[in-house]
């Protein structure tokens, strides 16, 4: 893959000769802010505790940022997907035509650990970590495929 982005990014191809740096947001709907059940239990709270606890430090908003240079996307996520969301984020920005989608964490905000439905409701440490419940990672999908769109669509 490394060789082939550098072939592209050399501008050897008619595509990134003639492309130009897009930058897009698009913000996130976020789920209401609550701690994840085995929260209160891991850090010695009372559950209202927890969720008070929570609700002041987690965010409110949050956006996806894509940086897109002919075939290649850089796809900043605001908080620590795992691997299983970042492949659907990098699978939702090839089916865009997006080349090589590098999926970036940290970007821009923290919103804790982005978790699929199954990780979330499996628990752990990362799911107690992960402040907006069970649909973030649905969430945080929809506004990078929105934020794809507006790259794809923007125009010279």
Avoid: C
């Amino acid at each position: 893959m490394a060789e082939a982005l550098n072939e592209a990014l050399a501008g050897n191809g008619q595509a990134v000769a003639a492309a130009r740096l897009q930058v897009a947001s698009a913000p996130i709907v976020l789920p209401e802010v609550k701690p994840h059940p085995e929260f209160a239990e891991r850090n010695g709270a009372r559950p209202a505790l927890a969720g008070l606890l929570v609700k002041q430090f987690a965010p409110r908003q949050a956006d996806v940022t894509v940086i897109r240079y002919g075939p290649l996307a850089f796809i900043g996520i605001p908080g620590e997907p795992t691997a299983a969301v970042g492949r659907r984020i990098a699978e939702l920005a090839k089916k865009s035509g997006i080349r090589f989608p590098l999926v970036i964490s940290f970007a821009n905000e923290w919103l804790g650990y982005i978790l699929t439905r199954e990780e979330y409701e499996a628990g752990g440490y990362e799911a107690t970590l992960s402040f907006h419940g069970p649909g973030l990672a649905d969430a945080v999908a929809e506004a990078a495929e929105e934020a794809i769109r507006r790259t794809s669509a923007s125009k010279d």
